[in-house]
């Protein structure tokens, strides 16, 4: 009966996480780029109620008598699908359809890396620079901060789908001004360690960045202009999973209540 009181309590700390998990997905339901997580479980050890063998000359059981010690959550894996196409009046959002992932400098001029491309040109001494709404630089292909030269007028910038930035020439059309965005993929998205808000950075489970400008990528991604990605957290599907770990936390309890239960009626025994 003590058994079934570790076990019954390591299951509730599991579906507790499950619920932490869910809860994050529905606050994010409309975080720009955020991608949904699910909890993955595993059985913890097992332990052996009686010997492999019956008889005194040692045949084989035909089955085991084994009983589980209850579950743990073996991982939050984050499931990088594509969110829908959200419309916007700004001609420096951008949406990836695909697999790739901007770049930024943090603070500490590491790299980090976003499906958030809500972008703005933040005006300088030598020009406007691309960065998030934190202002961290938006990286070019080549690795360094998007910069526009100082004579270039941001709301006049277009980019194709490859990311190339083009400005319109004398007759009109939109010229390329030899600066891309920067595009990168993961061989191993799920392992890309979270650094907070949208940001993600990269780890030996993700693998190392490919450049979708110089690597072997497969298949590249296309930039929208003028577009951002909305979350891929399905409402519906969260919810339903909500009241299955609520369920199954209540099973828990249970299953703590009637252990206590026997015990008391156990204690409660008279010769």
């Keep these: 009966m003590l058994r079934s009181l570790y076990t019954a309590a390591a299951g ?7 619920v932490d998990v869910i809860a994050n997905n529905l606050a994010n339901v409309n975080t720009v780029g955020y991608k949904a997580e699910s909890t993955e479980f595993k059985s913890l050890l097992y332990q052996d109620l ?3 063998t019956t008889t005194a000359n040692g045949e084989f059981k035909p089955v085991s008598a084994q009983v589980g010690l209850g579950s743990r959550v073996a991982s939050i894996t984050s499931h990088y699908t594509q969110g829908s196409a959200n419309s916007t009046e700004s001609n420096t959002d951008f949406m990836i359809d695909g697999k790739g992932f901007f770049a930024v400098m943090n603070l500490n ?3 980090y890396y976003t499906r958030n491309g809500n972008f703005y040109f933040a005006e300088g001494a030598e020009g406007s620079m691309l960065c998030t709404d934190d202002g961290y630089p938006v990286l070019s292909a080549d690795g360094a901060p998007i910069v526009l030269p100082a004579d270039y007028q941001p709301i006049n910038i277009s980019v194709d789908a490859d990311g190339v930035l083009c400005y319109p020439d004398e ?3 939109a010229m390329p001004i030899g600066i891309q965005i920067g595009v990168f ?6 392992g890309l360690s979270k650094a907070g808000g949208t940001y993600l950075e990269e780890s030996d489970a993700s693998g190392l960045p490919l450049n979708e400008a110089y690597d072997d990528v497969g298949k590249k991604s296309k930039l929208k202009q003028g577009y951002l990605e909305a979350s891929n957290v399905n409402v519906a599907t969260e919810m339903v999973n909500l009241i299955t770990a609520q369920r199954a936390y209540e099973l828990c309890s249970k ?5 206590d239960t026997m015990m008391e009626q156990a204690n409660n025994l008279k010769r």
Excluded: D, K, L, V
């Design 171 to 173: 007759s009109g059309n």
């Design 12 to 18: 509730m700390m599991s579906q507790q996480t499950h």
């Design 50 to 52: 009686q010997a492999r």
């Design 185 to 190: 993929q993961f061989p191993n998205p799920s």
């Design 109 to 111: 001029g590491g790299t």
């Design 255 to 259: 299953a703590i209540t009637t252990s």
